[in-house]
Structure formats: C-alpha cells, structure tokens
C-alpha cells in the first residue's frame, strides 16, 4: 500500500458521515437521478460521469455508482443516511445506539460474554464495524429461526389457521 493508499484509508477511518433527513424537494431529485443511476451499466468495472459544473469526465468505480444509486433511493424514501467505513471502530455507546440496546446490556450481555469481538484502545473497548454488522445479521437469522419455531408450534396447537 502506497503513501498515499494509507493517508487516505487513515481519514476514511476517522470520518463517519451522517446526512440529515432529506427535504422533500431533495427526496424527489434523489428518486428521478436514482432511477438514472440504477440503470447505469457502465464499461464493465467502471463508469465515466460528466460533470457539468465544472466541465469535467471522470472515471469511478461501477460498485461508487451502484452505492450513489442505493443513497439516492434512500433519500427519495425521505430516510437520513450514514456512512461508516467497515473497518470503523465504534465506541460502546455508538455499537449500543446502533443497535437499539443500552450501553449496560451491551457490555455485560453482549461484550463480556464474548457474543461480539471487542478490543481495548486504553481502557476503552472498541468494536468494529464490520464485526457489529455480523453480530446483527446473526441476531436477524436466530430471530427468524425463533419467530418460525413459533409459527409451527402456534400451528401444532391449533392457534392459528
């Protein structure tokens, strides 16, 4: 990794980006330029976007139009976005807003029993992003399993139709 390939992953770590909630003006931008984007298939692994404003051509990624489509959807649905790199480290406090569970239960029912890897940065524990997303995918699959479960045993006994 070059120089400057650390510099720039260096200040992705450190820059989460949180976006209001788009106005209703945007939302209906975002929806007519996401359905643009969405179609867009590019010359194999890249695309050339004009600018403009600044009389420009520049060459991204396929995979930078494909996420700039999936925010515009999310702003057309009026939701706020937020990116976070997925090698960011989280704080307890951000991992437990994350996922909608206080801080106290985060630690002792999640962390200390060893269900979420954690580090320690000082005397703080730090969690990963990447390993935060995991841990809630997994949550979401044992949810389902648990909710089907219930549907069959509901059904065994004759409590539903």
Do not use: W
Request: glycine letters at 4%; charged letters at 20%.
């Amino acid at each position: 990794m070059s120089t400057q390939q650390r510099e720039v992953s260096a200040m992705a770590t450190q820059q989460n980006h949180f976006y209001d909630m788009p106005s209703e003006q945007e939302a209906e931008l975002a929806a007519a330029s996401g359905r643009i984007l969405a179609a867009c298939t590019g010359q194999g692994d890249q695309a050339k976007l004009r600018l403009i404003d600044d009389n420009q051509e520049i060459t991204v990624p396929i995979k930078a139009i494909h996420m700039l489509a999936d925010i515009l959807n999310q702003m057309a649905l009026g939701n706020a976005i937020s990116i976070i790199p997925i090698h960011a480290e989280l704080t307890t406090q951000q991992a437990a807003d994350f996922l909608n569970i206080s801080r106290p239960y985060l630690i002792s029912q999640v962390l200390d029993t060893g269900k979420l890897p954690f580090h320690m940065a000082g005397n703080r524990r730090k969690i990963y992003f990447k390993d935060l997303m995991e841990y809630k995918a997994q949550q979401k699959a044992e949810s389902k399993k648990t909710m089907a479960r219930l549907a069959q045993l509901s059904q065994e006994m004759g409590l539903m139709e």
